[in-house]
């Protein structure tokens, strides 16, 4: 980070808070470098009226005052002054358990660092810190939020250094309140569980959802580690209905239970 941190330490020589070119540079490099205490010190203070809103809502979200961020974010939306995908990923940020969807997910193609901080936050296009995916090993702790653990161990679980066991598990901890993303797997795994617990002889009910469900595990690159987790528990349903024997033994084919499926048929 050493030309971020040559330029701030220049940008706060010159005194930045009463100077718009300087403020939105100075912005620039707090969402750059995570270091926001100065920077919402000044937001927060109105030195400047320049910034964009999303700026205050994030600054009073730091401080600790939720309640003026959110009051802050529905003004704004109110009165048009934030579109409503930047409004989703506000949202997403003051409320990390919210995974609103984000239609336009171009928007987190621009090139301003406070939009890829806040996408960062909703898991688009966000990346994997290049020292290793071994640090996200901090956010499975039981402090962190859920979607917080979903998401690292989903990347643990991609990356081959977390069993998906563990995964699964925590698709389970909570019911979700919302759908899309992470939700919307945690929802397809939690209504699994309920169908091989009490409805697994209703084969066409069975076969429609693992068609949902492969197809959304494939696309997040997590259909083998579905398969690993479920391969055992579904060879148990063998049954008259071709299809969705193919589909269980397609299942357990990518779990490595091929020679168990077979001996079961």
């Given at each position: 980070m050493g030309a971020l941190d040559d330029a701030e330490a220049l940008i706060l020589d010159a005194?930045?808070?009463?100077d718009p070119n300087?403020?939105?540079l100075w912005s620039e490099i707090s969402f750059l470098t995570y270091r926001f205490e100065r920077f919402c010190n000044a937001v927060l203070n109105g030195y400047h009226n320049s910034l964009e809103p999303a700026h205050k809502i994030i600054c009073l979200a730091r401080s600790g005052d939720w309640n003026a961020a959110a009051l802050s974010l529905a003004t704004y939306s109110s009165i048009n002054e934030i579109d409503s995908d930047h409004e989703k990923l506000l949202i997403n940020y003051l409320d990390h358990e919210a995974e609103l969807e984000i239609i336009n997910k171009d928007k987190c193609d621009e090139d301003k660092s406070i939009i890829i901080y806040l996408c960062n936050f909703s898991n688009i296009n966000m990346q994997i810190p290049s020292y290793g995916v071994k640090f996200l090993y901090n956010n499975l702790g039981r402090g962190k939020s859920i979607r917080s653990r979903i998401v690292a161990s989903e990347e643990l679980v991609k990356s081959g250094a977390l069993n998906p066991s563990i995964l699964f598990s925590t698709y389970k901890i909570k019911q979700p309140s919302t759908s899309g993303g992470v939700w919307a797997r945690a929802k397809f795994v939690q209504e699994l569980d309920r169908i091989i617990q009490n409805d697994l002889n209703n084969h066409q009910f069975l076969f429609d959802h693992l068609n949902i469900m492969i197809d959304e595990f494939?696309?997040?690159?997590?259909?083998?580690?579905?398969?690993?987790?479920?391969?055992?528990?579904?060879?148990?349903?063998?049954s008259n209905y071709s299809p969705l024997n193919d589909l269980i033994l397609i299942i357990n084919i990518l779990s490595e239970n091929m020679e168990i499926f077979l001996r079961n048929i």
């Open positions: 005194d930045p808070t009463f300087l403020i939105d494939l696309k997040n690159k997590l259909l083998t580690a579905f398969a690993i987790s479920y391969g055992k528990k579904l060879r148990l349903n063998i």
